[in-house]
């Protein structure tokens, strides 16, 4: 072999091993869990949390996995299940329903760090509940964005009406509606400027199904927590869902999703967590599903306000 061979096999075992130094430093770093139970992943979606999963490791160059939790599972049970995927996690991700698996988890593994999501619960509900209280400083704890999740809803409605000036009716849980209703009317006046129109149209809130009666003109129907037996009857109403569930199981209305779940919210806890916040809040994603019920240039004009 003469000398210039040589150096072009150095060269290029060297730019192969350049090349996988990033997967090996990916491969051997500590992963992201994700307590998920098995209902949830079947109505979420196995290629759903797969895609979010490999999107989420390449943004955040560390592995994401799902630690799947069977539905009955108890506090030790899960815990222990965190211990099989990973004896030193990076950070663990507990849903609120597994604050008392959190917590078992964190007193065994006080070296760990440990992420709480909050959700959308009302406060009767909150971590002190499982135990979570005095040593609150140990965790890690987010909740999602009420405010900017009904005021983006408000720009998504607005969009939905196009200028027809209907009706909006919003099918919303009790624990929501002081803080969804003030953010929802700021984002239909802030939002009738940025579209240019002259009025917003009529929004109408109701925390029980049973109070609601017919309404002509709707132009859109949003539902957060209640009303969703509402939902197969006015097919032909467009609609705002704020939900996890996957798309392919919604009904064709659904215009647009608003999706609060953990895998929505890990990329954002993850670097709260990197930068030492031990509280904070984590706006949802908006899933535009149905594109031509929107006029595209205005929806990116919207957008860009967010």
Same mark, same amino acid.
């Given at each position: 072999?003469?000398?210039?061979?040589?150096?072009?096999?150095?060269?290029?075992?060297?730019?192969?091993?350049?090349?996988?130094?990033?997967?090996?430093?990916?491969?051997?770093?500590?992963?992201?869990?994700?307590?998920?139970?098995?209902?949830?992943?079947?109505?979420?979606?196995?290629?759903?949390?797969?895609?979010? $999963? %490999?999107? @989420?490791?390449?943004?955040?160059?560390? &592995?994401?996995?799902?630690? =799947?939790?069977?539905?009955?599972? +108890? !506090?030790?049970?899960?815990?222990?299940?965190?211990?099989?995927?990973?004896?030193?996690?990076?950070?663990?991700?507990?849903?609120?329903?597994?604050?008392?698996?959190?917590?078992?988890?964190?007193?065994?593994?006080?070296? $760990? %760090?440990? @992420?709480?999501?909050?959700?959308?619960? &009302?406060?009767?509900?909150? =971590?002190?509940?499982?135990?979570? +209280? !005095?040593?609150?400083?140990?965790?890690?704890?987010?909740?999602?964005?009420?405010?900017?999740?009904?005021?983006?809803?408000?720009?998504?409605?607005?969009?939905?009406?196009?200028?027809?000036?209907?009706?909006?009716?919003?099918?919303?849980?009790?624990?929501?509606?002081?803080?969804?209703?003030?953010?929802?009317?700021?984002?239909?006046?802030?939002?009738?400027?940025?579209?240019?129109?002259?009025?917003?149209?009529?929004?109408?809130?109701?925390?029980?199904?049973?109070?609601?009666?017919?309404?002509?003109?709707?132009?859109?129907?949003?539902?957060?927590?209640?009303?969703?037996?509402?939902?197969?009857?006015?097919?032909?109403?467009?609609?705002?869902?704020?939900?996890?569930?996957?798309?392919?199981?919604?009904?064709?209305?659904?215009?647009?999703?608003?999706?609060?779940?953990?895998?929505?919210?890990?990329?954002?806890?993850?670097?709260?967590?990197?930068?030492?916040?031990?509280?904070?809040?984590?706006?949802?994603?908006?899933?535009?599903?149905?594109?031509?019920?929107?006029?595209?240039?205005?929806?990116?004009?919207?957008?860009?306000?967010?």
């Amino acid at each position: 072999m003469n000398k210039k061979n040589k150096i072009l096999i150095i060269i290029t075992a060297f730019i192969l091993f350049a090349f996988l130094i990033p997967y090996i430093v990916y491969k051997v770093r500590s992963p992201i869990l994700i307590i998920s139970e098995e209902y949830f992943i079947n109505y979420y979606g196995i290629e759903r949390i797969k895609n979010e $999963s %490999k999107q @989420i490791s390449n943004k955040l160059f560390r &592995p994401v996995l799902t630690v =799947p939790i069977a539905n009955e599972a +108890g !506090d030790d049970l899960t815990a222990l299940a965190v211990g099989e995927f990973s004896s030193n996690p990076y950070c663990v991700l507990f849903p609120l329903r597994f604050a008392g698996a959190a917590r078992f988890y964190r007193d065994r593994n006080p070296q $760990s %760090k440990v @992420i709480i999501l909050e959700g959308r619960y &009302p406060e009767n509900s909150s =971590p002190s509940n499982f135990g979570i +209280g !005095d040593n609150k400083a140990d965790y890690f704890i987010y909740k999602t964005d009420i405010e900017r999740d009904f005021y983006k809803a408000a720009g998504a409605a607005l969009l939905i009406d196009n200028k027809q000036n209907g009706k909006i009716i919003v099918f919303i849980t009790p624990n929501l509606l002081l803080q969804a209703r003030t953010a929802f009317f700021e984002g239909l006046n802030d939002f009738k400027n940025l579209f240019n129109s002259e009025s917003i149209p009529e929004a109408y809130f109701y925390t029980d199904f049973s109070h609601y009666y017919d309404i002509t003109d709707l132009s859109c129907i949003i539902y957060a927590g209640i009303g969703t037996e509402f939902l197969e009857k006015k097919t032909d109403i467009p609609s705002i869902l704020i939900s996890w569930l996957n798309p392919l199981y919604v009904p064709d209305s659904t215009a647009v999703i608003i999706e609060d779940s953990p895998w929505a919210q890990v990329e954002k806890a993850v670097k709260m967590l990197e930068n030492g916040e031990e509280n904070g809040k984590i706006p949802s994603k908006f899933h535009f599903i149905n594109m031509q019920k929107f006029d595209s240039k205005t929806l990116r004009k919207m957008i860009k306000t967010w």
